[in-house]
């Protein structure tokens, strides 16, 4: 299993950046894909965005263009660069790895986009 270690959320207003971080231990991070996931109150846990770890990308509809993943692989870093943020991006957000089948989650980070 992989230990999950989000960082970097906090309160911005409507248009501006943030940038998540999470640190991984194991040794199988390299291999493992990883994935940033949200909830917002009363709403189902949904998928953000994804990165296998030859580094192909996948993003959901409704972030797409606006944010971006990546991963070093050297650090065991995985990241969430989000841009023009909107209130509608407010939630929880969880770092995710998935290998051979078993999905291991962060605790959680708290992003409000509010004025």
């Known amino acids: 299993q992989v230990q999950l270690v989000e960082s970097g959320g906090g309160l911005v207003q409507p248009g501006g950046s943030l940038r998540l971080s999470c640190a991984a231990s194991?040794?199988?991070?390299?291999?493992?894909?990883m994935g940033w996931y949200r909830q917002a109150p009363g709403n189902q846990r949904e998928l953000v965005a994804s990165?296998?770890?030859?580094?192909?990308?996948n993003y959901a509809d409704s972030v797409k263009g606006r944010f971006t993943i990546s991963r070093d692989n050297a650090k065991n870093m995985v990241y969430l660069q989000m841009n023009s943020l909107k209130p509608e991006d407010t939630a929880v957000y969880f770092c995710?790895?998935?290998?051979?089948?078993?999905?291991?989650w962060g605790q959680g980070t708290q992003v409000t986009v509010s004025s």
């Open positions: 990165i296998t770890g030859g580094g192909n990308t």
């Open positions: 995710s790895a998935d290998f051979v089948g078993i999905r291991s």
């Open positions: 194991g040794s199988i991070f390299s291999i493992a894909t």
